[in-house]
């Protein structure tokens, strides 16, 4: 059976002001606006995230988040394309998370500077 969704994580790095720009909620608005759910997250050198989409509309979104480099002060988009559609934290919606909550990875982007940390 084929795929319905695309699912992938991304981590956006740039400048210290990137944290401060609203580049959250610009990325939250666009996920609304594409239907897609996931979250959002400051991470310390970065602004990390994972999103689920419907596939036609997946392309869109990681279209949007690489071209937020030309809008911000961006200096870096890396995007993980999953196998298969499943993420690693469920919203109904997508959600801008608090920056001490654990949601790093076993490999890159965002990974786990401990990997002692449980993980899911």
């Known amino acids: 059976m084929e795929e319905r969704f695309s699912g992938f994580r991304f981590s956006i790095g740039g400048d210290d002001s990137l944290r401060g720009a609203g580049v959250k909620e610009m990325i939250q ?4 606006e594409l239907f897609c759910f996931g979250w959002v997250q400051d991470s310390k050198t970065s602004i990390v995230g994972e999103a689920r989409c419907h596939k036609k509309l997946g392309h869109k979104m990681k279209l949007y988040l690489v071209g937020l480099k030309n809008e911000t002060s961006i200096e870096e988009t890396i995007i993980k394309e999953y ?3 499943k993420i690693k934290l469920h919203f109904s919606h997508f959600k801008i ?6 949601t790093c990875f076993r490999n890159q982007p965002h990974q786990c500077e401990d990997l002692s940390i449980p993980l899911w």
């Open 29 to 32: 608005r666009k996920a609304d």
């Open 97 to 102: 998370l608090v920056e001490d909550r654990i």
């Open 83 to 85: 196998r298969d559609s």
